[in-house]
């Protein structure tokens, strides 16, 4: 089966540039309608521009397809709302967001100032709700939505000097996991991509040889896969060279230490039977935890709670 999105309007956050520019040529190739916007900032975040995303425009015109381009800063709500509005009287319509624009302020923790994380957190987790916030009801009301987080390796696994940008990316998880369960019933789908990419946020950090395998195109297909009309829902997509892999969260059975043995002193004689991996389990939501854990004490006790799965 192809994947098209004929007839379907996309938004793509920071597609001006490296992943995002990718992005939307990917989605106007199979015939998307596509919004790119961007800011113009420079890595930092600083400073402001207009021509990036019209240069990414004009490529998608020029190959016969439908493009505007809009400036909002995704962390202002009110030139989010612009945007969305612009997008609404234009298209009519919804289906797509992407939530790529990014930045980086990279010092160790010991270093970086307060303001320095909070201009990160506010591009990527700020930014990245406030547009999932602007397009909600339109997907609500359309009973039709997909929706791209965009979170790291940094986020997921860790990275030496990017408590920031970690703490940011890690975020995505979160609301992906809230949004999933918020969305189903309206067949909104939030899914996110843990990208690796040669683009100029990373062409310092590794060699040549690497960076010309991990060029932006071999990415975009999974990305177009995450919001196409066969999309997954609750999938953290990594992606890098044409490789693709799954993050997934899991919680190991556990162990009930009742009495005297739940101390301190308890967990840690404990710490590998906690551990064990047998019987590991992906949680679907919150309170599967909390019945899990009360039905464990209810268990030892003999007794019975109302309670399901
Ligand atoms: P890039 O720097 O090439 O592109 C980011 C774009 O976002 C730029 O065009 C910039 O003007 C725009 N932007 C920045 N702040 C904005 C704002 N407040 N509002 C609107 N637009 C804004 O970076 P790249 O590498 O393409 O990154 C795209 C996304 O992928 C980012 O979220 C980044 O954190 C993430 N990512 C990238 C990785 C990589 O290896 N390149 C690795 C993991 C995640």
Known sequence: MDIRFDGRVAIVTGAGAGLG??????LAARGARVVINDLGAATDGEGRSASAASAVVDEIRAGGGEAIAHGADVADEAEIADMVDQTMTQWGRI??????????????????????????????????????????????????????????????????????????????????????????????????LAPTAATRMTESLMPEEALALLQPETITPG???????????????????????????????????????????????????????????????AFQQTRKYARKAADARGLTLPWGD
Not at 128 to 134: F, L, N
Not at 140 to 146: A, D, L, P, T, V
Not at 232 to 259: F, M
Request: with cysteine; glycine share 10%.
């Open 21 to 26: 520019r990718s992005h939307a040529l990917g």
């Open 95 to 192: 289906d797509i967001l992407v939530n790529n624009a990014g930045i980086l302020r990279d010092k160790t923790f010991a270093k970086m100032t307060m303001d320095d994380f909070r201009k990160v957190v506010d591009v990527h987790l700020m930014g990245t709700a406030t547009c999932t916030h602007a397009v909600w009801p339109i997907m609500r009301e359309q009973k039709y939505g997909r929706i791209v987080l965009t979170s790291s390796a940094s986020g997921l696994y860790g990275n030496f000097g990017q408590a920031n940008y970690g703490a940011a990316k890690a975020a995505m998880m979160g609301l992906m996991n809230v949004l999933h369960l918020e969305g189903a019933r309206d067949d909104i789908r939030v899914n996110t």
């Open 223 to 285: 990305l177009l896969y995450l919001v196409s009309e066969i999309a997954p829902s609750r999938t953290i997509l990594g992606a890098g060279a044409g490789c693709y892999a799954l993050t997934r969260v899991y919680e190991t059975e556990g162990v009930l230490l009742e009495g005297a043995q739940n101390t301190p002193e308890g967990v840690a004689a404990h710490i590998e039977a906690i551990a064990d991996e047998t019987g590991r389990r992906e949680l679907t939501d």
